[in-house]
């Protein structure tokens, strides 16, 4: 779509018109896009809906003093709201006076048509053709349309998401979304451990799933050897210890049946940057990055009892 360089040009001048913008603030309403759009003409409040993340969660942004006002219009009406920490009114009318110069920086750029298929967060639906300047002119100032985005992905027959970056915030909007969807929802940075065991739990839950993995990027520049393990449980081990207690069959959704196994110890830790490039480039069809060789069907190594 655009070359690292170009995409890190644009993301730069962006973040420098928006930093020169007076501050602003931002708020999560519990209540659907329609009933703020009424609530808001009917008090004739000086903001914008920033961001429709699901059904019962609607984001609107403006000058700090209004946010406020409005929020606690809402509290009257026991409607719940979350003040946002934010240091601008992102999406909202106090990003008008940067849109020609952004405008001016993003003709620049040279676009080319997306080589897979990408759903737009602007308009909720695919991207057909180049995203020129016009579109992330709109990107700035238009309401994020989250929801709808992730209901197109649905359609697609996307069923596992991936979150790209800390938290999970927007995994619980896509679960408030698609509620009854069946669908896997991966975090790929926690907050609670090491950020590379983060990656490669949801690794683990990408494989599980059914994923595809490309295991010579997960494996690349880590220090461990390369061992055959034994597919059945044997005294026999050479290793100087005899396993006692053998892990329950497990089945792999590509594997036809199940095949008992073992392990003898933890995987090794990877470098960082290696366990991010597993998780990169085209994702299969039924997988969504909210960012190939077949893996065996032995499943991924666990620790076993030792004596």
């Known amino acids: 779509m655009l ?11 962006r973040g420098r018109l ?31 809906i920033a961001a429709v993340n699901g059904p ?15 929020t606690r219009h809402l509290e009257a009406r026991g409607i719940r709201s979350t ?20 405008t001016e920086a993003a003709r620049s750029i040279s676009w080319q048509p ?34 709808d985005g992730v209901r197109s992905l649905h359609a697609m027959g996307i069923r596992s998401y991936l979150e790209v970056g800390p938290g999970s915030a927007l995994l619980a909007a896509g679960r408030s979304t698609l509620a009854e969807a069946g669908a896997t929802w991966i975090a790929s940075l926690g907050r609670q451990q090491p950020e590379w065991r983060s990656v490669l739990e949801a690794l683990r839950q990408l494989y599980v799933s059914g994923r595809d993995i490309d295991w010579s990027n997960v494996h690349r520049g880590a220090t461990h050897r390369r061992r055959s393990l034994s597919t059945y449980p044997s005294r026999a081990s050479g290793t100087g210890w005899t396993p006692r207690a053998w892990l329950p069959r497990r089945a792999h959704p590509r594997c036809a049946q199940p095949i008992p196994f073992s392990a003898r110890e933890s995987p090794p830790r990877p470098a960082s940057s290696s366990s991010s490039r597993a998780l990169s480039g085209p994702m299969p069809r039924s997988c969504a990055t909210i960012a190939s060789a077949a893996p065996s069907c032995s499943p991924s190594p666990r620790r076993s009892t030792r004596p």
């Open 56 to 70: 019962q969660t609607t984001v609107v942004s403006g000058r700090s003093d209004d946010v406020r006002d409005f």
């Open 83 to 102: 003040p946002l920490a934010v240091s601008h009114a992102f999406h909202s009318a106090l990003m008008e006076p940067m849109l020609d110069a952004f």
């Open 114 to 147: 997306p080589r897979m298929p990408m759903v737009s967060n602007l308009t909720g639906r695919v991207v057909e053709g180049p995203l020129d300047a016009g579109y992330w002119r709109d990107h700035v100032r238009q309401a994020v349309r989250f929801a």
């Open 18 to 48: 928006m930093q020169a913008l007076p501050s602003g603030g931002m708020a999560a309403v519990m209540a659907s896009e329609e009933t703020v759009r009424d609530l808001l003409e009917a008090q004739k409040a000086r903001l914008s």
């Open 3 to 13: 070359s690292l360089e170009d995409a890190l040009t644009l993301v730069s001048e």
